[in-house]
């Protein structure tokens, strides 16, 4: 293992390890024991972009997903939930995109909804989200309906979850709507892109040890933080001037095994 990027040992494996479930470390920086597969089709979802084997997650996130994939069937013109990415079988670094979604803890869902749920896997390869933003990620575009909102909403009070990411348009747009509890609000963090799908992080599960939650988010339903990043992309602020005695940034490099828990040496050599 020595010498080689721990994406390409985590990378290697086609399905979870024969180990009790259990994340270890943060979600930039671990693994997944134990991991469960999202079946690939179900009575309200279907898993995307199945060439990826990225449809791995831990338990408490699989039954996340189809809870409120029954929830988003509800809505008019949805028949449910398209699942992104979740995890690699055994979590870690993944081989191309996300720095996150190392725990199983973490999904993307896609926006465009769920008219059928009869996609092939050639479809699910072919076909692309929707894109609810215009101006850039300030406001949301005529694609943006109710049934979004809502389907946010009871993605957000689920207890389980620890914040939400989506553009910073579409918080404010749910910021000007939302006319009953706002409590919700607080776990919708705007962030760039996330217009084609919002990306839900679930805390640690209860009883898991060496799992490291992200610091809460801050108190109160974050709106005026969502309304300042929409300035800054109407109205960029100007960047700071050079400092020539800064040091040059260093190109960030691959995670190797010694970057993670030790936990996850057992987990890559588990059956």
Same mark, same amino acid.
């Given at each position: 293992?020595?010498?080689?990027?721990?994406?390409?040992?985590?990378?290697?494996?086609?399905?979870?390890?024969?180990?009790?479930?259990?994340?270890?470390?943060?979600?930039?920086?671990?693994?997944?024991? +134990?991991?469960?597969?999202?079946?690939?089709?179900?009575?309200?979802? $279907?898993?995307?972009?199945?060439?990826?084997?990225?449809?791995?997650?831990?338990?408490?996130?699989?039954?996340?997903?189809?809870?409120?994939?029954?929830?988003?069937?509800?809505?008019?013109?949805?028949?449910?939930?398209?699942?992104?990415?979740?995890?690699?079988?055994?979590?870690?670094? !993944?081989?191309?995109?996300? =720095?996150?979604?190392?725990?199983?803890?973490?999904? /993307?869902?896609? !926006?465009?909804?769920?008219?059928?749920?009869?996609?092939?896997? #050639?479809? =699910?390869?072919?076909?692309?989200?929707? #894109?609810? =933003?215009?101006?850039?990620?300030?406001?949301?575009?005529?694609?943006?309906?109710?049934?979004?909102?809502?389907?946010?909403?009871?993605?957000?009070?689920?207890?389980?979850?620890?914040?939400?990411?989506?553009?910073? +348009?579409?918080?404010?747009?749910?910021?000007?709507?939302?006319?009953?509890?706002?409590?919700?609000?607080?776990?919708?963090?705007?962030?760039?892109?996330?217009?084609?799908?919002?990306?839900?992080?679930?805390?640690?599960?209860?009883?898991? $040890?060496?799992?490291?939650?992200?610091?809460?988010?801050?108190?109160? /339903?974050?709106?005026?933080?969502?309304?300042?990043?929409?300035? /800054?992309?109407?109205?960029?602020?100007p960047p700071p001037p050079p400092d020539p005695n800064a040091p040059k940034?260093?190109? =960030?490099?691959?995670?190797?095994?010694?970057?993670?828990?030790?936990?996850?040496?057992?987990?890559?050599?588990?059956?």
């Amino acid at each position: 293992m020595q010498g080689i990027a721990a994406k390409q040992l985590f990378g290697a494996k086609p399905d979870g390890s024969n180990q009790s479930s259990a994340p270890f470390g943060s979600y930039a920086k671990g693994c997944l024991a +134990g991991g469960a597969e999202l079946s690939e089709t179900g009575p309200t979802w $279907q898993a995307m972009r199945l060439s990826r084997n990225r449809n791995w997650g831990h338990p408490e996130t699989i039954s996340y997903i189809q809870e409120l994939s029954a929830k988003a069937a509800q809505q008019p013109g949805w028949n449910g939930l398209y699942i992104g990415d979740i995890s690699q079988p055994r979590g870690g670094p !993944m081989l191309s995109g996300h =720095r996150s979604h190392q725990l199983g803890l973490d999904v /993307d869902i896609w !926006m465009r909804p769920a008219d059928r749920l009869n996609l092939s896997a #050639s479809e =699910r390869e072919s076909i692309s989200s929707t #894109s609810m =933003r215009r101006s850039n990620g300030a406001y949301v575009n005529s694609s943006w309906t109710r049934q979004h909102h809502e389907i946010l909403k009871a993605a957000a009070k689920d207890p389980r979850v620890a914040r939400i990411f989506v553009f910073p +348009g579409a918080k404010v747009q749910m910021c000007e709507d939302e006319k009953g509890d706002r409590a919700w609000l607080r776990k919708i963090r705007p962030w760039w892109g996330h217009h084609y799908h919002f990306h839900v992080r679930l805390n640690c599960p209860a009883g898991t $040890q060496g799992c490291i939650n992200q610091d809460p988010p801050p108190a109160g /339903d974050g709106c005026d933080d969502a309304r300042k990043w929409v300035q /800054d992309i109407l109205f960029p602020p100007p960047p700071p001037p050079p400092d020539p005695n800064a040091p040059k940034p260093k190109p =960030r490099r691959d995670l190797q095994m010694t970057d993670l828990p030790r936990q996850c040496i057992a987990v890559l050599q588990s059956q």
